[in-house]
């Protein structure tokens, strides 16, 4: 059984390919902006470039544009394949990796937003249950809200530095740690916006 993993989130580009929950070829780069041009390429480059019996994207929240491209790139690759597709959050991936070192209590996660907000969402010491629903809050808001003493993703320096107190662990989700959350419940390939999206396609134009 083998699984591709697409995480196009956040400013990291993270594809790997998965041979019974083990990967077997991957891909992990903070790129920025710079996904569109190098997401096919990076799957093209893992063994049999990348087919695989199943595809799990990352449906964010996090970047508008990221997400999309990601999700799109799923699609068309299990239309192309035949294979089912399914989704996993941003912050649950994130979550399942800091608990591996987090050292007790929830474990806040912040992922860097766009207007000034994060998005941030809580879990407990396991990494695997959700505590809290994923929010948008601006980081000065958030920075008076927020108590715990480490936070974790790409939003967490930003808060620390605003909240003048506590520690910050960047974290972006890797692909290759998918199996730290295979057993979690699949999500629809659809994209977790967190907020309202900063611009529309012509569908979700018409429909509005």
Not at 154 to 181: C, D, F, K
Request: hydrophobic share 45%.
């Amino acid at each position: 059984m083998r699984l591709l993993v697409i995480d196009t989130a956040t400013q990291a580009l993270s594809v790997a390919l998965l041979e019974d929950g083990a990967p077997i070829g991957q891909f992990h780069e903070v790129v920025g902006r710079g996904h569109a041009e190098a997401l096919l390429p990076a799957i093209a480059a893992l063994p049999d470039g990348g087919k695989a019996d199943a595809i799990a994207v990352d449906v964010g929240p996090g970047s508008f544009t990221g997400v999309r491209i990601g999700i799109a790139a799923a699609r068309a690759l299990a239309l192309a394949w035949s294979v089912p597709l399914h989704g996993y959050s941003t912050p649950s991936l994130i979550a399942a990796m800091a608990a591996r070192q987090h050292e007790g209590g929830p474990i806040a996660v912040t992922i860097t937003g766009g207007h000034g907000e994060l998005f941030w969402q809580c879990f407990d010491a396991d990494g695997r249950t959700a505590i809290s629903a994923v929010t948008s809050t601006p980081i000065a808001a958030l920075a008076q809200q927020m108590e715990a003493e480490t936070y974790y993703g790409t939003g967490a320096e930003a808060l620390v530095t605003a909240r003048g107190a506590g520690m910050a662990v960047s974290l972006y989700p890797n692909a290759a740690h998918y199996p730290l959350i295979a057993n979690l419940p699949p999500l629809p390939p659809s994209p977790i916006y967190g907020r309202g999206a900063d611009a529309k396609t012509m569908a979700e134009r018409a429909a509005s």
